[in-house]
């Protein structure tokens, strides 16, 4: 064991003092993951318990296993409350839930944090990660500072945690200006304390020969160093004035798809006709609170194949980006809040009833813990799916925001929003004629929807199809809407009005979505509590309002304007129906019973105590050397991977070409291909092309100049074939080299901190200048680097 530590008190201050603010200004960075300051308790408390032991461990002159166990220990006594506390008793001491938790969450939390859109709340387990990184970086950092000559390698660990907390954050920074003024004061201040004190310093020796010379010696140095980092602040703040990046920084959670895909459910759509028919008399769920006027939504469709409207197939902001509900879901929500208690009776399926801009969803019940792990909320639609699927008992309480209710008179000349990116494919024939000529005396936005509205609503009649009723299919196929509007009576329910209107404003570009949900009739609209039955079900549309969002409309007729059973023969004679009608809802897959379990509960005690103890051996120490080991591979393929999707999918094609050709020289210059700074493509084929036995790069170089230069910007399928051929030769360097060189290739950091990144930078300015002479009239040269009436050098960097 190694002796006490015997240092002056001065050292130990100033040492502790430096190691929290590095390790502080670090995980500043959390802000805007977390929306606020909810992380300071944990991230505070972290840094002051790994002070602590670090302090401690260097006092007692203790070795590295001991400081590592002394780690763990206080993570489990002092993690609880701070970054667990509603899992604790009184919000202190650690029970059997905050102990498993924190097991569980060393290994699970960095995962749940990436796959959670941001703002995250602390109340939900996210506060361990900023628990954890203050621990770990101010137990390191500290445990260095104090033990080692060198300051220097107490950086590491700080530097370290600076980058993980942008890696796991969002690609917005927090205050980077701030935080790197601190960070580097702080570093530089640091280090020349400590290289000052040094026994070998030269001003120490020449105080012991002359104390008013030292005295002197040592003011200039600080005066020194201080007017050092005072003009180094100065220069950083007037450079951030002037030198804003050019594009958002990248981050893990760039990269991190969440585990759950909408698609892999029906659209609620289909059981339309379903919750009709069986379900008239069912009390499916009733809702506590809830406002009148207000609508329980299931779900909001906005793309249609010819078959069903469903949530369309894309990224964030759209109908299908479902994240894991958190607390803060609709922060910039505007209306009128409410809390809604609905408890769920015989409704059965995965699409969650809710109302409004939900800001929580809490559940309640013996399947709580299940549901909140594995229900996701898409807050653009307003709408909720529990993959588990609900059932009689389940119950959750909705703390949500109303919207108002908006008179047409208020949206005067509102224009519309943003139209939707979903597709819309095999519409019906003559639909787009058909809305044309319904809103053609329309002047204002509002007056070309209230024209389909009215045409639909008041021409049409209303029939489920039901014993008893006029003949009305189910289904909303492009079919069916032709028979709807084709007959000599439009007859149907708010299935067929409601998508053959959302249809025909889509046809005019106007931004609308199918809704389907539930809201009781007027007898009923001021019951305290709404008991929802299948008779209660029906289907909207809304749409999009520049400033207003998206506004509900009912193009479904009254349900008691029938149609006359004597004169519902269609125009023409109605050929034999061949579609079948569309596809029953897909229920939920049945999981496999739970087997029954006779074993005591003394014994799911011990085996408790037994995983965690499983976890505190293996994960606490292979856990670290497995993270330790991986890390270069995961930073550096994830730089790599970011950098190329960048380029991938630059705003200009003609960028997107040049961004090809980068790709493929960065990648010849990880096997080994010295390229050099401020050539052209077609040198740089040359060297690729000698030095890796690539013949096709040439050719590939040609190109690249020839539609990067053209007189017209590549198309996409151009870009597509480009890029192709570009991961044809990458491909290829990695067959014929070695597994080694390509494990090399794939961590050799030239192409990422060399001179071909700025090549590559020089190359895409000058890419730019070619294209805004392309698009201005002109053409380039691709030797030239500027208009043709300008002067410019004889060739052009790649």
Same mark, same amino acid.
């Given at each position: 064991m190694t002796?006490? @530590?015997?240092?002056?008190? +001065?050292? $130990?201050l100033i040492d502790l003092g430096a190691s929290a603010l590095l390790v502080g200004a670090a995980l500043a960075g959390f802000w805007p993951t977390f929306g606020g300051p909810g992380f300071l308790p944990a991230a505070i408390g972290g840094i002051l318990l790994g002070l602590l032991v670090a302090a401690v461990s260097a006092w007692r002159g203790w070795g590295i296993l001991i400081v590592a166990g002394l780690t763990v220990v206080v993570y489990f006594l002092f993690g609880g409350a701070l970054a667990l506390p509603q899992t604790t008793i009184v919000g202190v001491v650690p029970g059997l839930d905050t102990l498993t938790g924190l097991a569980l969450g060393a290994v699970t939390s960095w995962k749940q944090l990436l796959t959670t859109v941001a703002p995250v709340s602390v109340v939900d387990g996210y506060g361990l990660v900023p628990f954890l990184v203050a621990l770990l970086a101010s137990v390191t950092t500290a445990s260095l500072a104090l033990r080692l000559r060198r300051p220097g390698w107490a950086l590491i660990p700080a530097g370290a945690a600076f980058a993980l907390v942008i890696a796991l954050g969002v690609p917005d920074p927090a205050f980077p200006l701030v935080q790197g003024i601190v960070f580097?004061?702080?570093?530089?201040? $640091?280090?020349?304390?400590?290289?000052?004190?040094?026994?070998?310093? #030269?001003?120490?020796?020449?105080?012991? @020969?002359?104390?008013?010379r030292g005295a002197q010696m040592r003011m200039r140095r600080l005066l020194g160093a201080g007017a050092v980092l005072a003009i180094a602040a100065g220069a950083g703040v007037a450079a951030s004035a002037v030198a804003a990046p050019a594009q958002p920084r990248h981050v893990f959670r760039d990269v991190i798809i969440p585990p759950f895909n909408i698609r892999d459910y029906a659209s609620p759509l289909q059981s339309f006709r379903k919750n009709v028919r069986d379900e008239a008399d069912e009390t499916l769920f009733t809702a506590?609170?809830?406002?009148?006027?207000? +609508?329980?939504?299931? *779900?909001?469709?906005?793309? !249609?194949?010819?078959?069903? !409207?469903?949530?369309?197939?894309?990224?964030? *902001?759209?109908?299908?980006?479902f994240t894991p509900i958190r607390t803060n879901m609709s922060p910039t929500a505007e209306g009128v809040p409410a809390t809604v208690h609905v408890k769920i009776g015989d409704y059965k399926g995965?699409?969650?009833?809710? @109302? *409004?801009a939900v800001s929580q969803i809490t559940f309640d019940g013996d399947r709580a813990e299940d549901l909140r792990r594995n229900t996701y909320y898409n807050p653009a639609t307003g709408t909720a799916v529990a993959v588990p699927g609900l059932r009689k008992g389940d119950a959750y309480t909705l703390q949500t925001v109303l919207p108002t209710e908006i008179k047409d008179s208020q949206l005067g000349d509102a224009k519309f929003g943003v139209v939707p990116k979903s597709k819309q494919t095999?519409?019906?024939?003559?639909?787009?004629t058909l809305a044309a000529e319904t809103v053609e005396d329309a002047k204002t936005p509002i007056e070309q929807v209230r024209a389909l509205e009215t045409f639909l609503a008041e021409g049409g009649y209303f029939s489920h199809g039901l014993e008893g009723e006029v003949i009305s299919r189910a289904g909303h196929g492009a079919e069916r809407i032709t028979t709807l509007l084709g007959g000599q009576q439009m007859i149907g329910d708010d299935e067929q009005y409601a998508v053959t209107m959302t249809l025909m404003a889509r046809e005019l570009d106007i931004p609308a979505r199918v809704v389907m949900g539930y809201y009781p009739d007027e007898d009923h609209a001021k019951d305290k509590v709404f008991k929802a039955t299948g008779d209660d079900v029906h289907a909207w549309v809304e749409v999009n309002?520049?400033?207003? #969002? $998206?506004?509900?409309f009912d193009p479904t007729p009254p349900e008691d304007k029938v149609p006359n059973q004597q004169n519902t023969k269609p125009k023409v004679d109605p050929k034999p129906q061949v579609l079948q009608p569309p596809p029953p809802p897909q229920e939920p897959v049945d999981l496999p019973p739970t087997l029954p379990d006779d074993r005591e509960p003394e014994d799911d005690s011990a085996n408790i105590w037994g995983i965690i103890g499983t976890i505190l051996a293996i994960g606490g120490i292979s856990l670290g050397v497995? @993270?330790?080991?991986?890390?270069?591979?995961i930073v550096i393929g994830a730089w790599k991977a970011a950098r190329r999707r960048s380029r991938r999918n630059a705003e200009h094609a003609a960028?997107?070409?040049?961004?090809? $050709?980068?790709?493929?020289?960065?990648?010849?210059?990880? !096997?080994?291909?010295?390229?050099?700074?401020g050539a052209t493509r077609v040198e740089d084929a040359a060297t690729v092309a000698t030095a890796l036995s690539v013949r096709s790069v040439t050719a590939l170089a040609d190109r690249a100049d020839a539609q990067v230069f053209g007189p017209t910007d590549p198309t996409p399928e151009d870009v597509d074939a480009f890029w192709q051929e570009v991961d044809g030769i990458v491909a290829g360097m990695g067959a014929e080299a070695g597994f080694w060189k390509r494990l090399r290739a794939r961590l050799n950091m030239r192409s990422l901190l060399g001179g071909g990144a700025m090549a590559a930078k020089l190359g895409e300015l000058k890419d730019a200048a070619a294209a805004r002479v392309r698009r201005d009239g002109g053409t380039i040269d691709k030797n030239t680097s500027a208009a043709p009436d300008s002067a410019a050098p004889e060739s052009e960097t790649k």
């Open positions: 002796a006490k @530590a015997t240092l002056p008190l +001065r050292r $130990w580097a004061v702080v570093a530089a201040a $640091w280090v020349s304390l400590r290289t000052w004190w040094a026994p070998q310093s #030269g001003v120490i020796e020449a105080a012991a @020969a002359d104390p008013s506590t609170g809830l406002p009148k006027g207000a +609508r329980i939504r299931l *779900g909001a469709m906005d793309e !249609y194949d010819g078959v069903v !409207y469903n949530v369309t197939d894309g990224g964030p *902001g759209t109908s299908s980006a995965v699409w969650l009833p809710d @109302a *409004g095999n519409v019906p024939d003559d639909l787009a309002f520049a400033g207003f #969002g $998206w506004l509900p497995i @993270a330790l080991l991986a890390s270069p591979f960028d997107r070409i040049s961004g090809g $050709w980068d790709e493929l020289t960065d990648r010849a210059s990880d !096997y080994g291909a010295h390229t050099v700074q």
